[in-house]
Each structure stands twice: as structure tokens, then as C-alpha cells.
């Protein structure tokens, strides 16, 4: 939606909402049918509820509900502030996603210090995203996702990935 930046009908609905129908996420399989070939291209249609790509133009200094492609759902980003940015003003968001299971996996025994030789275990993410926008245009100028995820079987507890991803200087300079 052109006023809010939040997810929207394509096809022009009375109220138009972000549902399973106007929302998708397209997956690459693994492979190629053939050598030099793009892998072909399947659309998982899910809800997306949220800012998505960009906050709104006006970027007010409030919170605002944005979409995190891990857990699937709109978290909470809180305006914290104004910072610079390479010399201009941007308003900082903090969105904080809580310890949120994501799915069951089969997995060696052995990567949980398990045993057996297979075991179930959970996946779980929680992470912190930092978001410098400007404000008359919605868009980030800066980002950064503090990401820890982990698999859990019983009391056993393997990290998986824990660490900061986050927009370079170069990108940086290019979104100001």
C-alpha cells in the first residue's frame, strides 16, 4: 500500500489486506533441470503482514508492526531515536524477536550429542534488527539483524548460526 508501505492486495480489493492470496515468497529449487539453466522458480503463498520492503513515506516516530522473514510474522519495531547517518538524519527502529520456534528436523544424533543416530529437533530464532530509516522517503538507509539460531533435542542445545549481519559502508553511502 502506497500510504502505509504495508502489505497489499495487487489485484485492487475493496479492503485490500495482506493474505495468503496477494502475498508470496518465490523458492529456487536446488537445481537446474539442465546444465546453464536457472533452477525452476515455485511461489509459496503465505500472508506477509507489515512493513515489508521500506517504511512509509513520512515515516512518523512511532512504532510500527514489521514483517520478519524468519518467524513469518509482523514483530513490533520501536522508534528509539534519531542518529545520523553519512550526514543525514534518520530515525532508529529496534524490532527485538523473541525465542520463537521455527520447525522440527530430522538430524544426525551426533549434532545434538545425542546417541542415537537420527533425532527430531526443534530450530529456534531470536534476534535483534536495528533499522536506520530517513524519513521523508521510508527507505533504510542502514541495517543490522543480530541472529542466533539453535537446535534443540531434550536438554541438548547445538548453535547453528550466532552472529550480526549488517549493511556495509558501500551500501551505506549508495541507500543515503
Given at each position: 500500500d502506497r500510504r502505509t508501505a504495508e502489505g497489499y492486495e495487487p489485484h485492487g480489493a475493496t479492503d485490500p489486506k495482506c493474505d495468503a492470496a496477494s502475498s508470496y515468497v518465490t523458492e529456487l529449487k536446488d537445481k537446474a533441470d539442465k546444465d546453464g539453466e536457472k533452477p525452476p522458480e515455485k511461489n509459496d503463498y503465505k500472508p506477509q503482514p507489515g512493513l515489508n520492503f521500506k517504511f512509509p513515506f513520512g515515516t512518523e516516530q512511532k512504532d510500527y508492526q514489521v514483517y520478519d522473514d524468519n518467524t513469518g510474522k509482523a514483530v513490533t519495531a520501536r522508534f528509539t531515536g534519531t542518529e545520523e547517518v553519512n550526514g543525514i538524519e534518520t530515525y532508529k527502529f529496534v524490532q527485538s524477536i523473541p525465542d520463537t520456534k521455527l520447525e522440527t528436523r530430522s538430524v544426525p544424533g551426533s549434532?545434538?550429542?545425542?546417541?542415537?543416530?537420527?533425532?527430531?529437533?526443534?530450530?529456534?530464532?531470536?534476534?535483534?534488527?536495528?533499522?536506520?530509516?530517513?524519513?521523508?522517503?521510508?527507505?533504510?538507509?542502514?541495517?543490522?539483524?543480530?541472529?542466533?539460531?539453535?537446535?534443540?533435542?531434550?536438554?541438548n542445545t547445538t548453535v547453528v548460526f550466532d552472529g550480526t549481519l549488517a549493511f556495509n559502508g558501500k551500501t551505506i553511502a549508495q541507500m543515503v
Open positions: 549434532l545434538v550429542g545425542a546417541t542415537e543416530s537420527s533425532v527430531d529437533a526443534d530450530l529456534y530464532y531470536r534476534g535483534v534488527n536495528t533499522m536506520w530509516v530517513e524519513p521523508v522517503t521510508g527507505v533504510q538507509v542502514k541495517q543490522q539483524q543480530q541472529q542466533h539460531q539453535e537446535l534443540r533435542a531434550g536438554t
